[in-house]
């Protein structure tokens, strides 16, 4: 009854987003205010039924109900409970429900804090957003039903995804869909302003606070997934250029120029025409990730499904969405188009060379995810694609977007001047290039790449915290005086400065490990000892275990450092029966300066076992400086200008007002 129940509420918010898509369209057409106002009672109630839907989903999930064919297919009498919750999104079914939940949360997160949006604007807004979530209930529905009934259900499940089973599943794909997903609110809004054909500053303050929700959880997705990877896969690497960490990271490239072109908007009522192109393109290439992850086109360790008629009704969906879109940005974006002129030497100007970079080195990286694909379309032959591609043109792209991104902040809007700009930056330029000539000296001049990226790191990170400095005149006026500019300096100021604080720790991070880092792989057997990064580990104890529904075999080391014990690590290789699938729990000592990683593999004939050791240094930060860089977004949220709008159109302050209360970039 369960799942009937939860089938039976799909079904009505399928029919509740058709009429939120369609008459308070209608009703902004012909200034009807009582069909506008359906609009957000419409969003309201097909959240509500999908919440209902996908409890019922999750509580066939959490009794262990086989009679319902998904929790047969993904689940098990003797999995952990934890598991039994998060293996409700760990399969195609499950996760389009995810997706579609987050959907309509959005849509009634308009509805009830809209309220300063003019009514047709917000009436406009819904109904895209209502046209989406149709388009997508009608996918679940009718190509992905989590409810169907099994005749004969079985005694257990076939169990989920060992691979999956893993704390980190319950956090990394709700972060990833809430930021794919969020791009659609920025998708809805960009549709709705070309309709009403008006773009203003206003505007661009309630597009921006959606547009950095986004941002913030899609960073910390792609954040969790690295991490993710790193220690479950047993491989050593933190990102592979894989093809589903490739469509994750287009629409973070496309949403932080989405994010920053907003403000240009908000701020100047410049590249108008830009921000909305870039918010159609942003929440198309989160389309295009769902639909890589569900058609099977492209295989990935992270796929969940490998059907073509699914993956062709997510294809037209996106081919709907987005030609429609820009068919309509075609027709109409001459009456929106405009804006103030600014120098070459500005901050607008340094805003779109940011735009152009980011935009350029996603079409780089969608390049590199689907020509194979293009190839094997065309012939019989077959090429991949992978890191030393993404080395050759992807990192060339980013070094000049790396170089200007401090110089932005300190840039004048409309018009500045360059060696005035660069002699307040003397402290930057100057630790920059004692730590570029502190690695040449180091390493007697044979990693000069290794020292210009750490160069670039030190460049960024001592430039985001010298823009503080300078803002609040530490060593030029009284210490209680700058205090006091801390004090009135607003929050979005500082989300910045971590934002871009965190991309240094990461640029860092990855010139270390890359460089530096030390493999040792090699057959061990007890008491046996090997070296890795000046560590000596010995091989103490194998045991078996029996979890839950794994068998375990867990090896113990002894971690030594100059001749003295350090700590003991653990790894193991776990088996489970069910699936027969065998996957690894690898063993991490760090001391958020480097890591010892160690991946136990299978037993040889002369009784020794594989053992895969690294030594990362500088890892740690890799994952430091992407949490930094989402909580800076959070922070920048945390301001009452990025979470309060202006008021409605009819009742707003003049526009200069509401420019001059915009905040600083974020």
């Not at 198309?284 to 360790?301: A, D, P, Q």
């Not at 000539?437 to 670039?456: C, E, K, P, S």
């Not at 800076?632 to 301001?639: C, K, M, P, R, Y």
Request: proline residues 5%.
């Amino acid at each position: 009854m369960i799942a009937e129940l939860g089938h039976f509420a799909l079904l009505l918010a399928l029919m509740t987003s058709i009429v939120q898509a369609t008459l308070p369209l209608y009703g902004a057409q012909r200034s009807d205010r009582g069909l506008m106002a359906l609009g957000s009672f419409a969003g309201v109630c097909s959240f509500l039924l999908v919440a209902i839907s996908f409890a019922c989903l999750a509580y066939s999930f959490v009794i262990s109900d086989f009679s319902v064919l998904l929790v047969a297919a993904n689940s098990q009498i003797a999995k952990p409970l934890i598991y039994k919750i998060t293996g409700v999104w760990a399969n195609h079914e499950g996760s389009m429900m995810l997706w579609v939940l987050i959907l309509v949360l959005f849509a009634a997160a308009i509805a009830i804090f809209g309220n300063n949006l003019p009514d047709s604007l917000k009436a406009r807004v819904l109904a895209i957003q209502g046209m989406i979530a149709s388009a997508f209930l009608a996918f679940v529905i009718f190509t992905s039903n989590p409810f169907i009934r099994l005749a004969n259900p079985p005694a257990d499940g076939n169990g989920m995804n060992p691979i999956l089973q893993d704390p980190g599943l319950a956090i990394h794909p709700p972060c990833l869909y809430v930021g794919y997903v969020g791009f659609s609110v920025a998708f809805s809004f960009a549709v709705a302003a070309l309709i009403e054909g008006k773009v203003d500053a206003a505007w661009a303050r309630w597009v921006r606070p959606w547009v950095l929700l986004a941002w913030c959880f899609l960073t910390m997705g792609i954040t969790l997934g690295s991490f993710w990877a790193y220690y479950i896969l047993g491989w050593g690497g933190w990102w592979f250029w894989d093809p589903v960490e490739n469509v994750s990271f287009m629409p973070w490239l496309a949403g932080t120029a989405l994010l920053h072109s907003a403000l240009v908007v908000e701020r100047r009522q410049a590249l108008v025409g830009w921000t909305i192109l870039l918010a159609i393109l942003t929440f198309s290439l989160s389309l295009i990730g769902t639909f890589v992850v569900r058609s099977g086109v492209l295989t990935s360790v992270h796929s969940f499904a490998e059907d073509p008629a699914r993956g062709f009704f997510i294809l037209m969906i996106i081919v709907a969405a987005t030609g429609g879109a820009l068919a309509l940005y075609a027709l109409r974006i001459p009456v929106v188009k405009g804006g103030a002129p600014f120098a070459a030497v500005s901050r607008e100007s340094s805003l779109l060379l940011n735009n152009v970079l980011l935009v350029v080195a996603a079409a780089t990286v969608f390049i590199g995810t689907f020509y194979p694909l293009f190839i094997d379309l065309i012939g019989k032959d077959k090429i991949s694609i992978g890191p030393p591609f993404y080395n050759r043109t992807f990192i060339p792209l980013f070094i000049p977007l790396l170089l200007s991104m401090v110089i932005g902040p300190f840039l004048k809007w409309k018009r500045d001047d360059l060696k005035p700009i660069m002699a307040k930056l003397s402290w930057p330029i100057l630790l920059a290039i004692l730590a570029v000539i502190g690695v040449i000296v180091m390493t007697l001049g044979n990693q000069i790449t290794t020292a210009l990226g750490l160069g670039i790191s030190a460049w960024i990170i001592a430039g985001s915290v010298w823009v503080m400095v300078r803002r609040v005149k530490l060593g030029q006026v009284p210490f209680g005086q700058s205090l006091d500019l801390m004090k009135s300096t607003p929050r979005a100021y500082y989300g910045l400065l971590s934002a871009h604080m965190g991309l240094g720790f990461v640029v860092g991070a990855i010139t270390g490990v890359t460089s530096w880092q030390q493999e040792n792989i090699l057959s061990m057997k007890l008491g046996q000892t090997a070296e890795v990064g000046g560590y000596k580990i010995t091989l103490k104890d194998m045991a078996q275990l029996a979890g839950p529904n794994y068998d375990a075999e867990r090896g113990t080391f002894q971690i030594n450092y100059n001749e003295r014990p350090l700590t003991v690590m653990t790894a193991e290789r776990r088996f489970y029966p069910l699936q027969k699938v065998q996957t690894n729990q690898t063993g991490i000592r760090t001391n958020l300066i480097s890591n010892i990683y160690i991946a136990l593999g299978e037993a040889d004939n002369s009784g020794g076992w594989t053992v895969r050791m690294y030594y990362h240094p500088l890892a740690p930060w890799l994952w430091i400086g992407g949490f930094t860089m989402a909580l800076g977004g959070f922070v920048s949220l945390s301001d009452r200008r990025l979470r309060v709008g202006v008021p409605k159109l009819n009742k707003r302050r003049p526009a200069n007002r509401v420019v001059a209360a915009a905040v600083n970039p974020a």
